[in-house]
């Protein structure tokens, strides 16, 4: 829940005005949903971290210390649009509510501030400690809007992230070799005893090292032949990660734009070994962790208490990103989502889970049914209209080929279909009020093959404007925005067949 919610915008005709420069298809859907009032507040998320106001894109600096989980951001304050790079700032003890405060870092005469990182520095090997709390030392990127020139930088807070330094002879590691050298992630290497760097560099990962984190030797390169190479890399992330035995593998985030599963941005992973230097990987085709739209650039908790690879995302799109119907604020992150590996179909996987910290979000049930049905209505549901909403459901394909799930009204909808011929998923937003003009397709098709119990278990977190949808224990991640002209009472589960498949289904409400 939002600490300071922001001012209404009462009437619809004021979308209109917004979005003059489009034409009608680009704000109805094909049906043209009904007239209603629409204000931001109708389509700001609850449970998700939003900025007070203006723009906001990549998590950054996310570090655990002292009870806190930090939120850092790329934010610009004066506009809802993209602009200079600030970062932006939020503390949560729960990772449900979050309180937004002041801005950490403002460019300066290096330039703009993009994203980075932030590690405790418990051992005080950058002797920026003056007190007796550990020092938290920022590794971002310092652009320079005249010449799009990127360096990494240093700052670092003793006041467990309250006010931030930077360091007096920034910038610590300059740029001779790529035009797009950023978003450099640090963490401790207890094998080697040396801080490793991550760096995205055009369409490869470099890896450096440092005893101190301001001098730093280049190690390795990663990429250059594997993986999706549609557009430019971002926001790496590299760490251990175990399955559920306690097996430990190195998995490596990399967020590629465009050329993502479904257009537009996207967040490829590979799974493989690292020595301190080198990361290799035997990994033969590109595996994406979300194949939503609109889940990019997430990264993992630095010093997280309970030693989880915990991650959160910008959930939005660069196809669309500044032009989506809100005014005030612009963007939302993922909820967060623990991750881990395992075998599916006999290929390594990552899986992404809800963490525990969901309890805090979720309500009173609204309907819980554990009986064999051949469908499922709820009409006309206030809670449903509201757009605040939990669902675990069962589907059974051991006699049906396809089933879809409907959330909607009278003339919109969303529509998520599965069909086990193919072997696919797909989300269809075409349908669904406000049109994502900017992107090639409003249907977002997700491959998956059933195991051989033949059920898809799926879990929907949904949060006014957006759409979380996990496959099988989080096999697979769909994470959608969508803009409801109208308020979406009605939803629907039915199959190809008259066939009791639904083995159970329970939906709740969130939180007020």
């Not at 007239?35 to 906001?56: A, C, E, G, K």
Request: with cysteine; glycine share 6%; aromatic share 12%.
């Amino acid at each position: 829940m939002k600490m300071i919610k922001s001012i209404r915008i009462l009437l619809f005709a004021i979308i209109l005005i917004v979005f003059s420069n489009c034409n009608e298809d680009d704000i109805f859907s094909k049906s043209n949903a009904e007239l209603v009032t629409i204000s931001d507040n109708d389509y700001r998320p609850d449970f998700h971290f939003t900025p007070q106001s203006n723009w906001m894109n990549d998590p950054n600096g996310m570090v655990y210390y002292a009870g806190e989980y930090h939120l850092f951001y790329q934010h610009n304050p004066d506009a809802n649009v993209w602009g200079p790079m600030h970062w932006g700032h939020a503390i949560s003890k729960d990772l449900v509510n979050w309180e937004e405060l002041p801005i950490a870092l403002y460019p300066d005469n290096l330039g703009n501030i993009f994203s980075g990182s932030i590690v405790v520095d418990s051992k005080n090997t950058s002797g920026f400690k003056t007190g007796s709390e550990s020092p938290l030392v920022a590794i971002f990127t310092h652009q320079n809007p005249a010449n799009n020139n990127q360096t990494q930088s240093l700052a670092y807070s003793n006041d467990k992230g309250r006010s931030w330094t930077k360091y007096e002879n920034n910038p610590v590691l300059v740029n001779n070799v790529k035009a797009d050298f950023r978003d450099p992630k640090v963490s401790w290497h207890k094998e080697t005893q040396k801080w490793i760097m991550v760096l995205a560099a055009g369409d490869e990962i470099m890896f450096y090292a440092s005893s101190d984190l301001k001098n730093w030797e280049y190690k390795n390169s990663f990429g250059k032949d594997v993986g999706a190479h549609g557009g430019v890399w971002e926001c790496p992330d590299l760490f251990k990660i175990e399955d559920e035995n306690g097996q430990e593998t190195w998995a490596l985030l990399v967020s590629i734009n465009p050329g993502g599963p479904n257009g537009g941005s996207g967040t490829q992973y590979f799974l493989g070994d690292f020595d301190g230097e080198t990361f290799t990987s035997l990994q033969e085709t590109t595996l994406w962790l979300d194949y939503g739209t609109d889940n990019y650039a997430g990264v993992t908790w630095s010093n997280e208490p309970n030693n989880r690879n915990l991650f959160m995302g910008w959930m939005s799109n660069w196809s669309y990103a500044q032009n989506v119907p809100t005014y005030s604020y612009r963007s939302a992150m993922t909820f967060p989502r623990t991750l881990h590996w395992q075998k599916s179909n006999g290929e390594s996987i990552i899986v992404s889970k809800l963490p525990t910290e969901i309890i805090y979000a979720i309500g009173g049930k609204i309907i819980e049914n554990n009986n064999a049905a051949s469908r499922f209505e709820l009409l006309n549901d206030e809670t449903l209209g509201g757009g605040k909403f939990y669902i675990e459901t069962t589907l059974d394909f051991s006699d049906i080929n396809e089933a879809k799930i409907e959330w909607g009204n009278k003339s919109s909808s969303i529509v998520i279909n599965y069909n086990r011929i193919n072997g696919e998923l797909i989300l269809n937003r075409q349908e669904s009020g406000y049109y994502f003009n900017n992107l090639n397709s409003n249907i977002i098709k997700c491959p998956y093959v059933l195991p051989a119990s033949n059920q898809l278990k799926i879990k929907m977190l949904v949060d006014k404007s957006s759409m979380e949808i996990f496959l099988n224990n989080g096999e697979r991640v769909v994470t959608a925005l969508v803009f409801p002209l109208a308020p979406f009472k009605n939803l629907e589960i039915t199959a190809n067949e008259e066939i009791q498949f639904i083995k159970q289904i329970k939906i709740n409400k969130l939180k007020e």
